[in-house]
DNA sequence: GTCTATACAGGGATAGAC
DNA sequence: GTCTATCCCTGTATAGAC
């Protein structure tokens, strides 16, 4: 399927602010990625933010798509958090890109309350899905057994996030793999 | 004591970064901020990069002088780490900053190579003195006992930097603390 | 839809006076 | 050391032709 130029503008630009951050891009780099003029790209985005805004969500319903995917693939607690898990580690992409929302949360000062909203909207979605997880974990007792499910699911969150911003930080993906297996053996 | 002029450029410059990012602030800024004329800064750093690498290793100095502290301070490895997490937490500022390698470390592409491997050198002591920790945990059993300590700090250092920035995200500073508690009550 | 041309602001940096 | 003045570049955004 041939991809639209607004589709193409939406992923390149997410790959760029994954890379270097929100203000790290600008419509220069993209127009060159794209193969278009930068000022053609005020077509489709009138400004930046707008942007910014349309990749975001379009990012997190296919975070979230997946998510459900996983529940329909796995049967046990385990297999779908090992599945989350390498989702994370997948969007590292080779030490050179991290997860839009993580990329996002740095530079969360200075960016619109719309999209400070959205930030948030798609931390308690991952919230949700993970404490559903949990629960399952307690039933089939495939997870260590953990105490309250909001905590788990923060402490989940917060190590792959912080995992990936250590292993680009210093360029060895090993550390992902290191700290988001102590999440598969420790019990809270 | 007074501060210098290039002092109070090096610490205002810190406390931006640390909540806009190396590209979210300029000289301008900081000019307004210090009470100086813009052009003047480059008096002291002709570059900005120049200013950024000065303030990164100003902070990891005082940073690794404040490990030495908590080692003197406290004898014990349970209190010595909740000395250092303490610090993580106060690196917040209330929920509008935070660790400036976190900072950093999440705009790592696009920066020098020089600025790279300080990010390197600030991760590599906070390491170093973590498996201190643990190895003192382990004899005084003042801590959950853990296997491998390599493993477990960068257990610590990701889950606390990822916590800073859910945190902030979130605008919720409990969460910091409700992934901090679970690193002193879990066994690896 | 995509282009060229252009406006306008801001950022980094330099020159030279005081 | 700090200032004013200025340069050049980049970034966002608009206008209007094709």
Redesign the interface.
């Given at each position: 399927m041939p991809k639209s130029t607004r589709e193409k503008l939406v992923s390149r630009a997410e790959y760029l602010v994954r890379?270097?951050?929100y203000?790290?891009f600008s419509f220069s780099d993209l127009s060159e990625d794209v193969g278009i003029r930068k000022a053609s790209i005020n077509y489709y985005f009138p400004h930046k933010t707008d942007l910014l805004l349309e990749m975001m969500v379009a990012y997190r319903e296919r975070f979230v798509r997946s998510l459900g995917k996983f529940d329909e693939k796995h049967n046990t607690a385990r297999e779908r958090f090992k599945a989350y898990v390498a989702m994370n580690r997948q969007a590292l992409g080779g030490g050179?890109s991290?997860c839009l929302?993580?990329?996002l949360?740095?530079?969360?000062?200075?960016l619109s309350a719309e999209v400070?909203e959205e930030?948030?909207v798609f931390?308690a979605q991952s919230m949700d899905w993970l404490q559903t997880v949990h629960d399952l974990g307690r039933t089939d007792r495939t997870l260590p057994s953990h105490g309250d499910p909001?905590?788990w699911a923060?402490?989940v969150?917060?190590?792959?996030?912080?995992?990936q911003?250590?292993a680009?930080?210093?360029s060895r993906l090993e550390?992902f793999d290191?700290?988001s297996?102590?999440l598969m053996?420790?019990?809270?």
């Open positions: 890379r270097r951050g203000n790290g050179h991290m929302y993580v990329s949360g740095l530079a969360v000062e200075g400070r930030l948030k931390y909001e905590q923060n402490q969150i917060s190590s792959l996030q912080g995992a911003v250590s680009r930080v210093n550390i290191l700290v297996k102590c053996t420790t019990a809270t």
